[in-house]
């Protein structure tokens, strides 16, 4: 496609659930990221993926959160026994490639808004 | 850690010029990137700087200062439609962004 995907756009789930969000980057892009936005917040890191390995899950917020990337295309972030303060967007982004170049564009998707009632 | 400042809100008037500042602390600076985000929408690439100085893409030109930590981003001849959030954000390394808050700028007629 055009641009970086994801689906669902909006997930209603109650608290306790398990949920899946899934990226589709720009065709060729090496490099995703899963970033998420609160309400009043700014864009939070969760995880950075170069392939199909995460050289950087340091914004994972807790066990709950985890993800993957298969075949270097697609991510799937999985959130486990949700809560309440899970709500938010959740971004994806995907850049061309991660060799140390000075200037990689992150370019997003439309994200999708999670709400746990 | 890294501390990123932005102003919360703006105001302009349409064909007017503005100047959102941005101020960061980091360490392993590698470029300063600011990002548009309508409301409901994805952010989306404005401009990038990792050199001092001025960049000029159109209308919007972006500023950096390495030394005292210090970007901002003007826009000219305000139009309606760059009502908008603004979003700086610093790259650390090779990899990650750590965003601003946002400045969310009303451009009124």
């Known amino acids: 496609g055009a641009g970086v995907s994801q689906s669902p756009s909006n997930k209603v789930t109650e608290k306790g659930k398990d949920v899946e969000l899934r990226c589709d980057p720009i065709?060729?892009?090496?490099?995703l990221y899963w970033y998420r936005q609160s309400l009043g917040q700014g864009l939070e890191f969760l995880i950075y993926?170069?392939?199909?390995?995460?050289?950087?899950k340091s914004g994972l917020p807790s066990d709950r959160f985890s993800a993957e990337r298969t075949g270097g295309s697609v991510s799937t972030l999985t959130i486990q026994r949700t809560q309440q303060e899970d709500s938010a967007v959740y971004l994806c982004?995907?850049?061309?490639?991660?060799?140390?170049?000075?200037?990689?564009?992150?370019?997003f998707g439309p994200g999708t808004r999670l709400l746990v009632l | 850690g890294q501390n990123i400042d932005q102003p919360t809100e703006m105001t302009a008037t349409e064909g007017a010029i503005v100047q959102i500042n941005c101020t960061y602390q980091?360490?392993?600076?590698?470029?300063l990137f600011w990002y548009q985000q309508h409301a409901g929408e994805a952010p989306t690439f404005l401009s990038y700087?990792?050199?001092?100085g001025l960049e000029e893409k159109g209308r919007f030109s972006s500023f950096l200062s390495r030394s005292k930590g210090y970007s901002y981003l003007l826009l000219k001849e305000l139009q309606m439609k760059d009502s908008a959030s603004y979003l700086c954000?610093?790259?650390?390394?090779?990899?990650?962004?750590?965003f601003g808050k946002g400045t969310m700028l009303l451009v009124s007629p």
């Open positions: 982004a995907s850049s061309l490639a991660e060799t140390g170049a000075p200037f990689e564009t992150q370019y």
């Open positions: 065709s060729g892009h090496t490099a």
């Open positions: 993926f170069q392939g199909n390995s995460a050289p950087d």
């Open positions: 980091t360490s392993g600076f590698n470029g």
């Open positions: 700087n990792v050199l001092d």
């Open positions: 954000a610093v790259r650390r390394g090779y990899s990650t962004l750590t």
